[in-house]
Structure formats: structure tokens, C-alpha cells
């Protein structure tokens, strides 16, 4: 439910933004805030007024963008304060989509070098037809997992499962 009523409000967004870029730089930084527990118990507070929530949320922006201050108003007044990360999400996806680029994330037990990972960028580049950016992350498994999770694309090398084929095949060609 949370996410429609997310795609609702991006889209509106979008439709009267003329700087989408920008405006998902700042909610970008402001979702990462809001995401800390502190924040979010205080925008889901029953106890807190609105007007007080979208106060402290319009303190840390700029008034130069008044778009983004007054989609932060309409948010506070709807009581929707605490759906900005699930709206930037949207947003990101959206913008994603449009440019054709994606973020996806490789993990290994060990880190692989730049020119291994530029190898498997362009591979999933020819696969995909999209630009994806891998960002690495240590993990115990024996072998590699790249997803991207935008695009539904999960793969994964294990050794472990590379054994168990080859010893399956052995069997069957005795």
C-alpha cells in the first residue's frame, strides 16, 4: 500500500518538476536522514504535531527550490512526511529507467580487481543493453553473486556448485 501511495505523490513530483535532478540529490540526502531511527520515530509520533514534523524537515532544506519545499508542505499536511524515502525510491527507479542506467551490487569473499569488474560491466552491458554499475561488497560466500535488482537480473558463481556438476557429470558419463 505504501508503495502506490509513494507512486502517486512521485509522480505528481515529476509531472512539476522542471529540475528532477536536483530535487532527487536533496531527497536523496534527506531519505538517508530520515531513515535513522530517531527521525522516523519522531515523524510517526502521534504525539508531534504535523506542522512541527514538517517544520524540522523544511529547516533542513534551502528555500531556493520551491517546489521541493512546497511538495514537503502538501506531504506534512497529508500526514506523509514519513513516506520521502519510499518516494525517492520511486523517483530513483523512474530516473533509472529513463537514462537506461543501474546500480548493481557484486559480493565475494574477496574483492575483485577495477579491470575484472569493468570486464563484467560490459558483459552484463551486452547482455541487458543497460549500463549497470557494480558496487562490491565483502561476503563469506565461496564464490560470486551479482544482482541488479532493478532489472530482475540475479547470477551466481559458486564453487561449491561448480563441484557438485562436475562430479555429476563424471557420474553419469561412467
Known sequence: ??????????QALSSVSKDL???????????EVISSSEIKSTLTSPIISSESKTAMILSALSDDDTTLVNFIKILGENRRLDLIPAITK???????????EYEGVLKSASSLDEATLANLEETLK???GSTIKL???KSDLDGVRVSV??????????KQRVKEQLID???KSL
Not at 535532478?21 to 531519505?31: F, K
Open 1 to 10: 500500500m505504501e508503495e502506490l501511495i509513494a507512486k502517486r505523490y512521485a
Open 21 to 31: 535532478p536536483g530535487i532527487l540529490e536533496v531527497l536523496n540526502v534527506l531519505s
Open 135 to 137: 558496487r562490491q561488497e
Open 126 to 128: 551486452k547482455y541487458t
Open 90 to 100: 520511486v523517483l530513483n527507479s523512474d530516473q533509472q529507467r529513463v537514462s537506461n
Open 149 to 158: 535488482d532493478d532489472l530482475g537480473i540475479e547470477v551466481n558463481f559458486s
Open 169 to 171: 557429470f563424471i557420474k
